[in-house]
Nanobody, 116 residues
């Protein structure tokens, strides 16, 4: 059974930092495309950062130079380091794994709120 469990969401002031974690079980994350998405009420989920299956890293323009996606293969965990947070970064952040053949998995999400 594949599970993705996010953690690390919190309330933070503008300009602050957070690190989100996505721990995988039942799947070896390093061999698949994995990504962080975010969603605000009434909006579609948007891609924030991703590792493609070839290991190429991609970022949304709005987070370039502020967010960094990384992974610890030994812990089977994906991270999203976020700095210089802005109120518009407020969202529920989701971890996603694309296993191919139209099989994909989502985590339950973790809330990030940027507010003074």
């Amino acid at each position: 059974q594949v599970q993705l469990v996010e953690s690390g969401g919190d309330l933070v002031q503008p300009g602050g930092s957070l690190r989100l974690s996505c721990a995988g079980s039942g799947v070896v994350l390093k061999i698949y495309a994995v990504a962080w998405y975010r969603q605000t009420p009434g909006q579609q989920r948007e891609l924030v950062a991703a590792f493609t299956s070839a290991g190429i890293i991609k970022y949304a323009e709005s987070v370039k130079d502020r967010f960094t996606i990384s992974r610890d293969n030994a812990k089977n965990t994906i991270y999203l380091q976020m700095i210089k947070l802005k109120p518009e970064d407020t969202a529920v952040y989701y971890c996603h794994a694309d296993l191919g053949a139209a099989v994909e998995h989502w985590g339950q999400g973790t809330q990030v709120t940027v507010s003074s």
